[in-house]
């Protein structure tokens, strides 16, 4: 099993920053290739807004985030990070973190990933 742990989340007005922490724990057996961020509203579909190749550190980004997001990770600390900037109101969501066990899958949709954290929230005001 994958375990996921995010935190970071908050309230920040329009043009703050927050950083997104995913602390990953793997039982023996099994290894993330993968991890990316998502985010999702109430009623909406979950959307992804950052990936990143463990092994490589290769990182993807939706046009929607491009040039404000930035994901990383600390392998040492078994974490991925989220650096969010000049963030909007239309940021306002839930953020997930995922992974998932093998290299191939959409980068970008929930059935490329294998395992999910609980969520945090963040609220983005004008």
């Known amino acids: 099993q994958v375990r996921l742990v995010e935190s970071g989340g908050g309230s920040v007005q329009a043009g703050g920053s927050l950083k997104l922490s995913c602390v990953t724990s793997?039982?023996?057996?099994?290894?993330?290739?993968?991890m990316a961020w998502f985010r999702q509203g109430p009623g909406g579909e979950r959307q992804g807004v950052a990936a990143?190749?463990?092994?490589?550190?290769?990182?993807k980004y939706p046009d929607s985030v491009k040039g404000r997001f930035t994901i990383s990770q600390d392998r040492a600390k078994n974490t991925v990070y989220l650096q969010m900037d000049s963030l909007k109101p239309e940021d306002t969501n839930m953020y997930y973190c995922?992974?998932?066990?093998?290299?191939?899958?959409?980068?970008?949709?929930?059935?490329?990933?294998?395992?999910w954290g609980q969520g945090t929230q963040v609220t983005v005001s004008s």
């Open positions: 995922a992974a998932a066990e093998r290299y191939s899958g959409s980068w970008f949709r929930v059935d490329g990933y294998d395992h």
């Open positions: 793997e039982d023996p057996g099994h290894t993330v290739r993968r």
């Open positions: 990143i190749f463990t092994d490589v550190g290769e990182t």
